[in-house]
């Protein structure tokens, strides 16, 4: 049977062999999200680190782990996505935050948000996003 990777590749084919490069951070509960986003961004050449829980994450950025974009889910068990919003402390440019969430009614989330997704959305808007914010630096 294909992997997913295989199954994806087939789905979804990059437009050039150019690597767009940029790292991005998936912080999602649900392994298959977490897998699907993390599978086509690599095939298109991002650097992608995954964690299952804010908690997760947070131990990852306190070791030293900079990614350029953080695409964080809201609900999660152990430490929420909002939970991890407010304990991020980065001495330097913090990275970009995408939020991917299932509903429509977000909480204000401040300044620590530069945009929302709501799922389901199509892999496309993935590549979209970490295009834009990859690209971009924080100043």
């Not at 350029?68 to 999660?76: E, F």
């Not at 909002?82 to 913090?94: G, I, W, Y």
């Not at 204000?108 to 389901?120: E, F, H, S, T, Y």
Request: contains cysteine; charged residues 20%; neutral net charge.
């Amino acid at each position: 049977m294909p992997s997913r990777r295989d199954r994806l590749h087939r789905v979804v084919q990059p437009e050039s062999k150019q690597k767009t490069l940029g790292k991005v951070f998936v912080v999602d509960d649900d392994p298959d999200v977490r897998g699907a986003i993390s599978d086509v961004l690599e095939l298109y050449g991002y650097d992608v680190a995954s964690a299952t829980n804010g908690q997760h994450a947070l131990d990852q950025l306190n070791a030293g782990y900079h990614p350029d974009l953080i695409l964080l889910d809201l609900n999660m068990p152990v430490m929420t996505g909002q939970q991890l919003l407010q304990r991020l402390a980065t001495p330097r440019p913090p990275p970009w935050v995408v939020v991917v969430t299932a509903t429509n009614a977000a909480p204000n989330l401040g300044a620590a948000v530069d945009q929302i997704l709501v799922k389901p959305f199509e892999l496309a808007a993935i590549l979209a996003v970490a295009e834009k914010y990859c690209r971009r630096t924080r100043g």
